[in-house]
Structures are given as structure tokens and as C-alpha cells.
């Protein structure tokens, strides 16, 4: 139980254009939704959290302009890199937390490249 | 400085090794500690939850020492599956809180 589905698991696309990921939860409600990124050998850093119906919460540094979270449902929130850029070339995830004492649940990662 | 450090790594060990890694954590209202495990830039997966009495599962013992924000991980009889990135994972026992994850040490177990 609690699986959340990640789709793309991978993207390469061009520069200037955007990208959206998302991140369903399939078998849960995910009141709350975290976003990170990771680049090469670098640990996974939060970028943003998203809570259903409310404007998510940006980490210090994370344009929220650039990367736009939609979070209208209990089920997708929606990642999407505008305008992307290479040095935006990263390991995208989405995880959600579940009740305790069940912890949290991770997507399966989005692997995008922006050539 | 960084809220979560690991040891650098990487950590070259033949099968049967005994490796530790340590980590600490700056953030003195961090509440809960986990490992995690990362296979090949994957999600990654929950190793064990660290408790202040010390745990063991299996092969593996974790040390929580709140007093010098320091936690570590034992991995015992090393197996060549255990070849991964470790991460050491911290946060705070608000609702709603994110996890916070270390920069990860990769262990390579060899044959």
C-alpha cells in the first residue's frame, strides 16, 4: 500500500521549453506533498512543499516561478520546470507523508535532461 | 554548515567486511533519524528508523547519541548486495515536515 506514482521517469528536452512531472498517489489521500531534487553525487536537497489546495511553500534559493507546483487534489501534484535549462538537468522526486507510524512514501524519480 | 554530514566516502569493502558510517546533524530540534538506502540514482528506501536505546535488524545497528547530534549505521558481514549509497536522514517531529537527507557515503562491497 501507499505507492505514489512518478511519471516521466525520464525526459530529455529541449532548453527553453517546459516540462511537467507528476506524482499520483494511488491507493492514499497525500494531504502533503514534498519535491526534491538531486544533482550527481549531491544529496537530495527539498525544493518545495505542497499542500492540497493551498499555494506550496518554497525552500530558500527555489525559484517559484520557474518551477510551478499544483497541488488541486488529494492525489496528483504536478512539478513543472518552466523555460528549463541545462544546469536545471537533475533527478526530480516527490514524496508524501503518510500517518504515522507509516513514515513516508516516495515516487520513483523523474530524470530530466535539458539539452 | 551543512544541517545533515556524512562521512565522504566511498567506503571498498571485500564481502564479510564490518563497515560503520557516522553522521551528524546540526539541527538540535530534529526529533526523528532514519537510514536510507539509494540503489543507482533511484528513490530511495527505508533502511531502519535510529532510536536513542540503539537498534539492530539483522546485519545492521544503529546509534543515536542525542547529547553530540551524532548518529550511526553498522553494517555487518557485508554482502555484495549491500552495495548502495547510504543516507543519513534527520527531521523534526512537527506535522507536515519534510525529511531532511544527508549527502549520502557509498559503500561498494567486492568478491
Known amino acids: 500500500g501507499a505507492v505514489v506514482s512518478q511519471h516521466p521517469s525520464w525526459v530529455i528536452c529541449k532548453s527553453g521549453t517546459s516540462v511537467k512531472i507528476e506524482c499520483r498517489s494511488l491507493d492514499f489521500q497525500a494531504t502533503t506533498m514534498f519535491w526534491y531534487r538531486q544533482f550527481p553525487k549531491q544529496s537530495l536537497m527539498l525544493m518545495a512543499t505542497?499542500?492540497?489546495?493551498?499555494?506550496?511553500?518554497?525552500e530558500q534559493g527555489v525559484e517559484k516561478d520557474k518551477f510551478l507546483i499544483n497541488h488541486a487534489s488529494l492525489t496528483l501534484s504536478t512539478l513543472t520546470v518552466t523555460s528549463a535549462h541545462p544546469e536545471d538537468s537533475s533527478f526530480y522526486i516527490c514524496?508524501?507523508?503518510?500517518?504515522?507510524?507509516?513514515?513516508?512514501?516516495f515516487g520513483s524519480g523523474t530524470r530530466l535532461t535539458v539539452v | 554548515r551543512k544541517e545533515v554530514e556524512q562521512d565522504p566516502g566511498p567506503f571498498n569493502v571485500p564481502e564479510g567486511a564490518t563497515v560503520a558510517f557516522n553522521c551528524t546533524y546540526s539541527?538540535?530540534?530534529?526529533?526523528?533519524f532514519f537510514w536510507y538506502r539509494q540503489d543507482c540514482r533511484k528513490e530511495p528506501k527505508l533502511l531502519m528508523s535510529v532510536y536513542s536505546s540503539g537498534n539492530e535488524d539483522g546485519r545492521f545497528t544503529a546509534q543515536l547519541n542525542r547529547a553530540s547530534q551524532y548518529i550511526s549505521l553498522l553494517i555487518r558481514d557485508s554482502k555484495l548486495s549491500d552495495s548502495a549509497t547510504y543516507l543519513c536522514v534527520v527531521k523534526n517531529n512537527q506535522a507536515g515536515t519534510a525529511l531532511i537527507f544527508g549527502k549520502g557515503t557509498t559503500l561498494s562491497v567486492s568478491s
Open positions: 505542497s499542500n492540497e489546495g493551498s499555494k506550496a511553500t518554497y
Open positions: 514524496s508524501a507523508s503518510l500517518q504515522a507510524p507509516y513514515g513516508y512514501t
Open positions: 539541527n538540535s530540534a530534529s526529533q526523528s
